[in-house]
């Protein structure tokens, strides 16, 4: 595939995952495609990500995500995101609700047409500086 071809597919990923459309995103993995997640200390199956075994509930409920650029080289494409919403956490009332924003970044490597790899990273530094701000007001 040539690298818009790439850069195609990843962004209907990307339209997949934030739709929750796991049949769609499904069908744009490798079979054995692995999923290298920040705060994970072995890489997974990408699979566990369809089918829900990350685990845990995330905090960001109203949760919009918005791609804000692609680029691609080779076999590779990168994505930053953004995510926004509020955070959710009814055992500190001062940091319920709080509104907050924050940066992603994953990287995809292609092989025969299909996502082989995943790296996914989100700016958890920004997310916590924006909730000790908030806890202080």
Same mark, same amino acid.
């Given at each position: 595939?040539?690298?818009?071809?790439?850069?195609?597919?990843?962004?209907?990923?990307?339209?997949?995952? =934030?739709?929750?459309?796991?049949?769609?995103?499904?069908?744009?993995?490798? /079979?054995?495609?692995?999923?290298?997640?920040?705060?994970?200390?072995?890489?997974?199956?990408?699979?566990?990500?369809?089918?829900?075994?990350?685990?845990?509930? +995330? /905090?960001?409920?109203?949760?919009?995500?918005?791609?804000?650029?692609?680029?691609?080289?080779?076999?590779?494409? =990168?994505?930053?995101?953004?995510?926004?919403?509020?955070?959710?956490?009814?055992? +500190? /009332?001062?940091?319920?609700?709080?509104?907050?924003?924050? /940066?992603?970044?994953? #990287?995809?490597? #292609?092989?025969?047409?299909?996502?082989?790899?995943?790296?996914?990273?989100?700016?958890?530094?920004?997310?916590?500086?924006?909730?000790?701000?908030?806890?202080?007001?």
């Amino acid at each position: 595939m040539t690298v818009d071809e790439n850069k195609q597919v990843a962004e209907r990923a990307f339209g997949a995952l =934030a739709a929750r459309d796991f049949n769609r995103l499904e069908s744009l993995l490798a /079979p054995d495609a692995v999923l290298h997640q920040c705060g994970f200390l072995k890489p997974l199956p990408a699979r566990a990500l369809l089918q829900g075994e990350l685990g845990g509930r +995330s /905090p960001i409920v109203e949760r919009e995500v918005q791609l804000e650029q692609i680029i691609a080289e080779g076999d590779t494409v =990168a994505l930053r995101w953004r995510t926004t919403g509020r955070y959710a956490d009814r055992d +500190s /009332p001062r940091l319920d609700g709080v509104r907050v924003s924050f /940066p992603s970044m994953t #990287f995809l490597r #292609f092989a025969d047409g299909r996502i082989a790899e995943i790296w996914n990273m989100r700016d958890a530094d920004t997310l916590q500086s924006a909730l000790r701000e908030a806890g202080h007001e």
